[in-house]
Each structure stands twice: as C-alpha cells, then as structure tokens.
C-alpha cells in the first residue's frame, strides 16, 4: 500500500482549471520528485494533500485511508508535514525555539499517548540531525537562507511526520549546501521517511529521487524513474520548449 496516494485531483480557481485529473503515489522510506515549469500546479497539489486547498474533484489517501474531508490540523496529526516555498520562520524566535515550537505542540497531542522522550531531548536531536547544532541559539532573523531552510526542515521533522512535503527547500542555498541537503533527505528516507520534493534544481532531484512525477500546466505528463523522465520528448518540452535538448 503507497504511503501517499492523489487520485484524480482537480481544482478550479472560478475560470482557471489549475490542476486536471491529477493522480501519483508516494512510498514510505523513498523520495518522490514532483518537478515542473513555473505555474505548473506543484503548491497547489501540495495544498491539496495538506488540506489548505478544497479540490473540486478528487481524493488523498494516506495510508489507505481517505482523508479528503480532513482539516488541516487533522492532517498533520496523521502525519503529513510541509515546508512551503516562501520560508516561513519566526524570525524573532531562535532557531532552536521554532523547532521547540513544533516539538511542543507534538508532545502535546501525545500526551495520552505513548511517552517519546522530553521535547528538549526531540529538540536537541533534531537540532544536530539537521546540523543547526553551531548556530542553534541564534535569532532567525539573522540567519541566512541555507539555515533558514534547515530551521524549517528541523520544524517540520519535530512533528514525528510520516510523509514530509517540500517546496522548493534548496532555493537560496549555494551548491554545496543543496548537496549537503540532498543527502541529508537520502538519510530520513532510509530511516522510512517517504518525502515529496518540489524542487526547480533537476539534478538534486534526478540525484536523491527513486521516481519522480512531471506537471505541466496542471497535468502529470510524466511518472517514472529520474532516467525514464529525463528521456521523455514531452518533459523536455515542457521544460525547454525544444524537443531533444537536455534537462
Ligand atoms: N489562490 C489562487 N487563485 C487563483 N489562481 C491561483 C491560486 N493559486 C495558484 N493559482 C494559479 O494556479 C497555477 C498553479 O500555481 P502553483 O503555485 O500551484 O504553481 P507552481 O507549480 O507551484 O509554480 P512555481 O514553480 O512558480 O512555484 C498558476 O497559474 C497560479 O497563478
Ligand atoms: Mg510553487
């Protein structure tokens, strides 16, 4: 059973068909590649899974389980997480607090629950994990855009997800720091993390993605391994506008 699964989703905004019958899947413990031209429908196919966006047609299924008519919050109790493309950090707040924030509200869904450690143990972990270890305790405000990003992944990763939405997150990072978070998404993959990575750098996605999925003009145009798309006239296409030329 797919760990994520979009079946035939379409949304309209008043005249504009925005997303057409969109349908993929997602496996626990992979990356999955959701790349595409700019306007292409890769946000709004993330507000549909995480629930911010109302489809006109279609279902998302996690774990087997239709959570089409969920909330938000409710989404993310089940283990849907998200970044989102235009950072969003609270920039007064330290780094390790905004994680700690995320952390908290975590611990307190569990209270019931089974006990997962102390929200400062969670914290610190993932605070190392996502190697913010130096500047932890700096104000967000002053960090750079490569920090910022961590900040955010670390955030997302202190709510215990099972599926972890990213968009755009190597944006604003220079060439060794979008290596370094490549492979930092390879390691929680392999630890059973399933990721869904929108992500405009086509080499880190051909790279760390087991498959990949190809928007165009809210359509998947393309589903298959990195090789199997990067092959594809019509991927070329829509990327290039000239058939043949290399992605
Ligand atoms: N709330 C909205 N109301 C109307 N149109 C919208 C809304 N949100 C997005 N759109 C339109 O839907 C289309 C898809 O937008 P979307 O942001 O999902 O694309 P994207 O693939 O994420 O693009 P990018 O690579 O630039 O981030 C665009 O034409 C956009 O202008
Ligand atoms: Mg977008």
Redesign the pocket.
Known sequence: MALLEVRRVD?R??G?H??HDVTFACEAGEITGLI????????????VISGV?TPTEGTVILNGEDVSSLKPHLRARRGIARTF?RLEVFGSMTARDNVRVAAEVAQRRRKHGAAKGSVRDVVNLIIERVGLSEVADEQSDALPTGHLRLVELGRALATGPSLLLL??PSSGLNERESAAFGELLTELADEGLGILL?E?DVPMVMAICERVHV?DQ?MVIASGTPAEVQANNAVQEAYLGTKGAAL
């Open positions: 949304v905004f008043g504009l925005v997303l595409g031209p700019n306007g292409a429908g890769k946000t709004t196919t993330f507000n966006q493309q968009d755009e929108v405009h928007l809210g």
